[in-house]
């Protein structure tokens, strides 16, 4: 009798849709993007850059590492921009050696074709369409290395080669000749949008940078308001660091450039929305998209007029640093959406997952399927926030469900109350009923600071013991940070529905306590008689950190 070998399971083609410098909100005006791919996939809630700038941000996307690790901590030299990062141990690398052919289209890290040639092709592609700075930045006239040889675009303000435009096709041209083969591929699209851009046009605010919309979408949100939550124009400042103090009022005329400003960030984002579009009919057409795990995200948020900030990023307040991020693909769910705490380091983790690929780096972030596959873990882990300037870090900050503790490199502190201050309008940090909170928070941010891998993931010191006593358990959480506890659910993991074995595995809840000590007897409700179950206990402690502990036990018979 001949037994065949199983199949193994065809790797995905992956697809990175990278925009730049695009805030949460503005995802309301890219109606595409969410039926496509949001409808179609995982919407991620709590998504969060560890660096907010261009460069230290892109710089994690291939390596998976946080700014400090990978060492990119600036736009140019002498601690940042293209060549600082070492491109010889990267993403794109670990993709080709899994098999993958590798493309990329639009814009690349800052610095590449100034700092570098402009004809380089950096390591690990096999399809290159980068644009050189200085043009990368010019919604038309930009020069594109194709491959090793330049081309120029748009010289006449063509509207067919407006970049996001362009972008669009140049990727669709490239998944369509990839298709035939049955090799899988990886491909980057970053567009420019809606970062501002030359040229300069008619009517553009003064002293406010803005991008150029196509021409179809030109005001098409001139009648569009400036959000102005809480923080906008901020009216008491004195908690704030003096850099922040110093900031001035923002007056009815930069509160107008603001608007105008934002209005065209939005309309840029409409060719983008449009392109997205476009791409994810290419995969269609070309028998791909079935196959595919499709990213979407930006590479940092922005400021307009929140805490005085007129214009800008790097800062580590909620508008700088949270940031869209939608998966759509083999493994991703449907029309969900997830609220636990992830970062950019994330993404190389999950690429690598799913390409069944090898790191050359030691990861600092994890792969997202854990959580697609699981949707009620919570890891533990508080997210590292870094920024500066183009001398090095100026200040590092923890981020988890309810805090975010702030230092910076003079000295001052910062401290919110997420949960009771979303706004980030009231520095606690003197706060004295707050000071075991802010030391054990500087604590574990000064570990976060020099973390690598598995220290960058660091979870509460808790366990989870479930004894058996006759019928029932007796389950408790202890450990060095049980003190710390605010509430605690017990739970047991049903099996799915007979017919539904693709469907993830549900938790029925069994008992809650928020009494010091934490411990129930519990019954494992559900499960079959001396059937393995798992046990699963979610922690909340009140210093704003969450996670899940599982124990494997089996019911009596």
Known sequence: MLILAPVAAAKPNIVVLMTDDQTLDSMSVMPQTQRLLGKKGTTFTRNFVNYSLCCPSRATLYTGQYAHNHGVLGNGPPVGGYTRLDTSNWLPLWLQAAGYRTMHVGKFLNGYGRLS???????????????????????????????????????????????????????????????????????????LAPHAGQPVEPGDPAGQPTPAAAPRHVNAFSTVGLPRPPSFNEADMTDKPAAMQRRPLLTPERTAAIQESYQQRLESLLAVDEAVGSIVGGLDAAGELDDTLILFTSDNGFFHGEHRVPQGKILAYEPSIRLPLIMRGPGVPEDERQSQLVTNADLAPTILDAADAKAGRVQDGRSLFGLLDDPGVQWGRELLI???????????????????????????????????????????????????????????????????GGSCRAKPSLRLDAARRRCSFNAAVRGADARAIERVEFLVRRRPRRGARDAPASFRRLARDVKPRFRKRVRAAGVLPGRRFLMRARVRLGDGRSVTLDEKRRSCR
Not at 127 to 135: A, C, K, L, R
Not at 160 to 177: G, K, P, Q, V
């Open 386 to 452: 870094e920024g500066g300037n183009n001398q090095g870090l100026t200040f590092t900050a923890l981020r988890n469900y309810r805090w975010k503790y702030i230092e910076h490199r003079n000295g001052e502190v910062e401290l919110y109350d997420l949960e009771r201050d979303p706004d980030e309008l009231t520095n606690v940090a003197a706060d004295p009923a707050l000071g075991l909170l802010r030391t054990a928070m500087a604590t574990r941010l000064a570990a976060l600071r020099v973390c690598a």
């Open 117 to 191: 040639s402009p004809t380089e092709v950096p390591p690990g592609f096999n399809d290159w369409h980068g644009t050189v700075d200085p043009t990368t930045y010019s919604f038309w006239n930009y020069t594109v290395n194709e491959n090793g040889v330049l081309h120029t675009y748009g010289a006449a303000n063509e509207p067919e080669f407006y970049s996001t435009d362009f972008f669009a096709r140049r990727a669709n041209e490239l998944i369509a000749a990839a298709a035939p083969s049955d090799q899988p591929f990886f491909m980057s699209v970053a567009f």
